[in-house]
């Protein structure tokens, strides 16, 4: 029986007792959930529609623009355009919390709400993992192998092992390699970095940026962020399943992902929510779940210029 119903005797023989209880029912604190708010939801997909989406893309195109000139008499030139596709097949997602009429009967506390309020905040933190994932599968990795060296690996598996932490130079030339390189589409008027803490105290600890700040916002030190460096939004997260805090060597690299725009797309047959479960054993047996049917998948799968959407900072 839970704690909020137990009863303990007052005396060997007597009356019985039942200590206090507050008024005030605290709750665990949760991790912070970041990625979700950057999956687009797939229009034109929902119920009945099947177990999968198919994403169709264009992919630029193949020929150069060195010179649009023609001459008279000349026919125009032809270019061809390539479509492919990628298909986000949902699956089902869901937890149950069971309880009893026994403790709903006697609790000061109602289970049901108890309830719910967990199911809710583990809903939040599994969607985020999985947003995350997708990012995560990226093909361009950034490792920092050097205070002022970086490798990138673009067949989606890093083969370096990251020795230092990210700084103000790695920042740098990944916010160079997706704009000139790869040509990543801002989201908005920048780039967005959500990074783990570990992260984004590597940045916090470079001379390089705590001087710049000095002049520019001295303020975002007293408050703890990182604010905007190099056209980059920087976002930082605890949870600590969806961004790792110690990669490479010795666990010395804090791992984030940068990206632009239609970088990750959530397919949604059905919303996750709450549902209460069918009593059973004459109504004693109850519980509350979440659930819903969705998949979250990365738009383009590759490392190529004008495709590739997302840098992921990690290590072999």
């Not at 009863?7 to 008024?23: E, F, H, M, Q």
């Not at 390699?177 to 920048?190: A, K, N, Q």
């Not at 959500?194 to 975002?220: F, L, Q």
Request: some cysteine; glycine content about 8%.
């Amino acid at each position: 029986m839970s704690q909020g119903n137990s009863w303990a005797y007052d005396a060997p023989s007597g009356t019985y007792k039942n200590s206090a209880l507050s008024s005030d029912l605290r709750i665990a604190a949760i991790a912070m959930a970041k990625f979700m708010q950057f999956a687009s939801p797939e229009a034109g997909y929902g119920k009945k529609k099947g177990e999968s989406i198919t994403i169709t893309r264009l992919a630029d195109s193949p020929t150069g623009l060195s010179n649009g000139r023609i001459s008279e008499g000349r026919r125009i030139p032809e270019d061809n355009i390539t479509l492919t596709t990628i298909a986000i097949t949902v699956s089902e997602w869901g937890r149950a919390i069971p309880y009893t009429s026994l403790a709903e009967d006697l609790g000061k506390f109602s289970p049901s709400n108890m309830i719910q309020k967990k199911l809710r905040d583990q809903m939040k933190l599994t969607m985020d993992i999985g947003a995350a994932d997708a990012f995560k599968t990226a093909k361009v990795k950034a490792i920092p192998d050097g205070a002022a060296s970086l490798v990138f690996d673009t067949d989606g598996t890093p083969s370096t092992v990251a020795t230092v932490n990210l700084n103000v130079f790695h920042i740098e030339r990944i916010r160079d390699y997706m704009f000139s390189t790869l040509r990543v589409p801002m989201l908005g008027d920048s780039y967005v970095c959500i990074a783990s803490t570990k992260a984004i105290r590597g940045i916090k600890d470079d001379s390089t940026w705590e001087e710049w700040h000095k002049y520019v916002d001295p303020s975002v030190k007293f408050n703890g962020e990182v604010g905007r460096l190099e056209g980059i939004r920087f976002i930082e997260t605890n949870h600590l399943q969806a961004l790792s805090q110690s990669l490479g060597a010795a666990g010395i690299l804090g791992e984030a992902v940068f990206f632009g725009e239609d970088a990750v797309a959530m397919a949604v047959a059905q919303d996750p929510e709450l549902r209460a479960g069918i009593p059973g054993d004459f109504g004693r047996q109850k519980a509350v779940a979440w659930y819903g049917i969705l998949e979250f998948g990365i738009v383009w799968d590759t490392a190529n210029a004008g495709e590739a959407k997302i840098v992921h900072l990690t290590s072999q």
